[in-house]
Each structure stands twice: as structure tokens, then as C-alpha cells.
């Protein structure tokens, strides 16, 4: 274990305790904010708090007063209010704080290059410049009101003399982020609002050790890490469900121990904690901090247990995000028969809507209206109908059409079908004679896809709310290329998760935030590219070979089948006279099955068996490949061991996926071989990681 490690916690928590009266706290060019003379730069610089949302307040080229301002109702004469923003020279240093609505007049004049208060007048008082570093001051001024009116922050540029117009350059100005109005007349910690003022997020920090209070070049500067850690983190992440190379991911789980002797953190429990964010750094004590941290979590918190003598704070990893429903879109059951595409009150009102992503063969649509026999893929804009079927017999294409009232409007003739891809919608000549299916390609919005990268890409980020800079685009662009043409039809609740663990058995691939809480993707395959650590003897204090949880338990296979192109299966009376006995037998399987086999694997193994995998693959070539592809893998020996070593800020930044080497006698392995990282697990008590090792 390295000498002096330190391991620092960030929390983000929801706190009704402190209130910010301003909305968009953060966000100077939202019509909220007044402009005047002015410009605004958005996300211009790096803010106190290290993340790249500072504003740029930038002057005009005219001779004005140049002016940013936000005003807010509901204030109560008498009662104090602090104001407080953070500002850091861009041209311009000296500032004007004021608010005018009469007769809440005041000013406050400051210099934020010098740090020089020059005074206030009216009702401001108590002003203060605090230095934050990197040139970066918060002022705070507080407002004293004589009317129940408007009050508010006005920033008003100067160029020396304060409260004068003045000919600006339009290049200069200053930059600017965080501000609030908090009516408890305190100056307490920045509350970050969006489209709604009041209660805000505010960032608890905890260390082990002696604590930690960052330094002023430190970002953020001159805040503390109370020293209460009794367990600093106690958690586990996998690529699969524990101690498995295929399947399905699970949630990365643990927990947080803080020492509550003193009761100090029973206010905890009014805090909202539960899915937001926690940040666990491990480092050197007098590290700068964050760059001389390694991140070894970006997590979520579940929530807080408090006790007599500690405050337990549970924690799960991103993954977390994926329990929720899928699609969160119901039938209304508002038609107005004849028209309408919601349903009915009595028949499907509350449903989830249909999903279709990818290629699919012979699903069923959801009858959205009995009266004109319109039928529904897809809840959005969709690539293509294909075929669709009545009975196994396929109808004829017609036209497609470009919204709802044009569908309705037209007159599709029996045997024929007519479709309106903007909302993933089809309608029927005639009624059927029986049981509908389709053969379709789903979702476009944004351009169709159809890989199982870029469909699981879709998924998270137009329904699970993932932002498209927190993926790690090119392991999903890798992705593609091992499960080439996929597809999903999805139907009542189903969670995020299922949806996407359809999509990766397609590629025996798995998904798992990184450490610092980008996603990423993979396919689990021997391990080849260069190891990031090579362990040795130094750094292993255990290491043990295991059996893995999977159904073969790690006794390699000597076939493997892997099924492909789904239907939604059929009962005979489904299916007309007429259809061939060959397309009859076909429409009755739920699946088409490819096998790879080696029969001399028996004869090594007696214990040998088939792996079977489901998958989204729609593509007998592709199935083919990757069913030679899963034989080649798990046909041969493959070790699953556990090595335990301390934690230290290297080990610390192992992260699932990676590519390890282990060069010891234990195990036959003094040659060195290679493993991929499957899990890991940390023990903050003890100061050990157990990393789950395959290859």
C-alpha cells in the first residue's frame, strides 16, 4: 500500500434547507438573465468548481451601460437577502452590484483584480470579496429591503467610474458563473438552480485520515473534506452478473461509512441523495487536487442509513439508470372513432407504445384503431414497412403518408396496406382474416440504425437521458463492426436494461460505465491488445483460480448454437391454407439456429457441453460468424482467478475491460499471462482490491 493514500468523496445533494431565488444560476445567455449592452459567451472558461460552464459577459462596441440582470419577485420587506455570484476578470475588473426597483435601491463596487470593496450605498451592506484562485472571486452583498418589490442582482460593467455609461471595445468584459439570491440572509454554499429557483444541489465532501482542505490552486480552492470516511468504499463492479463471462450486466453495489459519533449527520436524512451523483478519488495526502487524484468511481447514490455512532451511504454505479422502463410513452385511449391513433378506454389505454429498433421479421404491431384498422410499429418516425402479413400471406404495399389526418384520409383497397413511417404507423385494406405480423425496420429519428453499437448508443441517449459526451464513441463505433445488422421489437414493460442485454448477446459484448463514469461497450474476447499493469509478487498478496458462475462453469464447449433472427412465434391456426408447407414450418419456429461444434474437444473434456446463445442478429452469416467466433473462444481453456492487491493510486485505476498481466509462479504463472479485468471489487477498510481476472 503506498504510504499516505487518501481517499477523498464528493456527494452532490439535493438541499431544502438552502434556496436560490434566481433561475439558471449557471446559464447567463437564458432569456432568464437580462442583457443590455452586453453579450454572453456560454460555457466560455473553466468555473470554480473545475467544470467548463462559466459564462463570458462580453461589452458591446457602444457607448451604453452594459448590463446583466435578473430580478425576482415574492420578497418580504425587512427580511435580509444575501446575493452572491462568482466573477474573474476578462478585460474588465471593476463591477457594479445593484438592485433599483424602488425603493429596494442599492449599489455595491468592487474590483475583482485587486480585490478591492469600494463601498455600497442604499439598502446593500456587509459586502465581501473572497479569493477562490485562478483569479476567481465571489462577491456577496447583502440586501436589506424597505418594500415588498422586485429584488435582484444587476451586474454593471465599469470601466473606471462606477454606474457610468461608457464606449465599449466589444471584446472585453468579464467572466461569470454561479450566482444566487439566498433569503435566509446567510452566506452559505452556491446552490446551482435550472428552470426552477428555491432549493438547489450543493456538493458534500468526506476523507479518510486527517481530512483535506483543497489549497488556493486547487480547483475547487479553499473547501474541505471533513475527515469522517470510518469506511472510505466498500464496492464491486462486473462486466457480467458476479464471477460470469456471458449474460447480462449487473449494478455495480456498496456503500459508504462515515463516522457519526457526534450526530452531526443526522441532517442527512433531509438532504435528497438517492440518484445523484458521487465521485471517490484515491491520492496522495498534499496531491493537488483533482489532477493528482485518480477517479476510482463516478457513481450513483441509492440512499443514506443513520445510526447512533455511523451514516451509511449506499451506492450503485451508472448502471443503475437502466432499471428504469424503457419506454415511458402510453396509449392515451382518447380516439374519437373514426380517427385517432391512441386507442380506446377499453381496450388498449395505458399500454407502454411499441419500440422497434433495427431489423425485425414476422412482430406484431399494436391495433391502434379498430375503426380504420390502423396498426402501430414503432412510437416515433421509423425506416420502413417491409411486408406485412395477414395469416402468413403477404398483403401488397401501397403508398406511404406523411402524417396521421393523410392516413385516415386515404382509401387503401382490400388485400393492400398503406403506411405513415413518420409515426410508425400502418393501416389495412380490408379487415384481416386473422393474425397481423410484419417484416420492418424500426427508428430513424436522427437516421436509421441498425448495429448493435449504434441502436444501444440510441437507447441512452434518446430514452435514457445519457448525454452524447459521456459515451466512449469509438468502443460503440467498435461494436458495430461485431454485430453488423440487429434489430428489437419491444413490447410492455421492459426495462432499459433488457433492452440492451438483447442487443449485446448479439456480440457476446457487455456495457459498464468506466470508472469515471463514461459509458462504454465491448466484446469479451481472449485477451490480446498490450496490458495496461503487469502484477507481480510485489503487488498480489492473493491470488486464487476459480470457478466461473456461467452454466458450463468454465468447462470449455465443444459447440456452440446461436439462434438468430427471432420470430414472434405462431400456433398453427394462425396461419391461412394456403401458406407453403416450407414457409408453414418456418413461421412455427421462434428462432433459426446456426451451429459450430468440435467433437475432439469431447475427447479432452469429457465434461464438455453446447453453449446456446439468443440473440438479436438478423443475418444467418452473421450468426454463423459469430458462432465460430464463441466456439474458438470458449472451446479451449480459459482461467478465471481472483488476485487481491493493495490499493494504491495505480491499482486504483484498473478499470473493467482492461487487459492485465500477471507474471508469478502461483498458478503456473511465471512465464506471465494475460487476463481480461471482469470485475473488481474495493475494500476501503482494509485497503485491497479483488480483481476478477479471465483469459
Known sequence: MADGIVTLVEATAYDPSVSNKLI???????????KSGATITANATLAPDGTATADTIVETATNAFHVVSQYVSGITAGVPVMASGHLKAAGRSRVRIQTDTSPNNGTADFDIATGT??????????PRLIPLGNGWWRFAVLWTPTGSVALGIKLILAASSFGVAYLGDGVSGMHAWGFMLDP?????????????????????????????????????PHVHFAPRLQQPVNFS??????????????????????NNTDQALASLRTLGLDGRDITV????????????????????????????????????????LLSLPLQANRYAGSNVLPSGAEGSADDIKGQPKPLLYGRRYQVPPVLVNTAKLTYQLHDGPMQAVDAVYDMGVALAAGADYANLAALEAAAPTAGTYITCLALGLFRLGAAPAGRITADARGDNAGGYVSKAGEIVQRILTSRCGVAAGDLDAASFTTLNTAAPECGVFLTGETTRQQAIDLLLASAGAWLAPTRTGTWQVGQLVAPASTPVATLTDVEILSLDSRATNDDTRGVPVWRVTVRYKPYSQAAAADIAGSVSAARRAELLQPWRDTTASDPTI???HLLAQELVRETALASAADAASEAARLLALHGVRRDFVQAEVWLSESAAALDLGQVVRLVTPRLGYGAGRDFVVVGIALDGRRQRLTLDLWG
Do not use: C, H, M
Open 24 to 34: 439558471r444560476s449557471e446559464e447567463l445567455d437564458n432569456a432568464g438573465w437580462g
Open 117 to 126: 470593496i469600494f463601498g455600497t450605498t442604499g439598502i446593500a451592506s456587509a
Open 184 to 220: 435566509s440572509g446567510q452566506l452559505n454554499d452556491y446552490v446551482r438552480t435550472t428552470g426552477v429557483a428555491g432549493p438547489g444541489t450543493r456538493v458534500l465532501r468526506f476523507a479518510s485520515g486527517r481530512g483535506r482542505t483543497t489549497g488556493p490552486n486547487d480547483t475547487p
Open 237 to 258: 463492479r462486473t462486466l457480467f452478473s458476479n464471477a460470469r463471462v456471458t449474460g447480462g450486466a449487473s449494478v455495480g453495489a456498496g456503500e459508504i461509512v462515515l
Open 281 to 320: 478519488r484515491v491520492g496522495a495526502q498534499d496531491a493537488p487536487y483533482p489532477s493528482g487524484f485518480t477517479t476510482f468511481l463516478t457513481g450513483t447514490a441509492e440512499q443514506v442509513e443513520i445510526g447512533a455512532r455511523t451514516a451509511t451511504i449506499r451506492l450503485r454505479d451508472r448502471l443503475q
Open 602 to 604: 469431447q475427447a479432452k
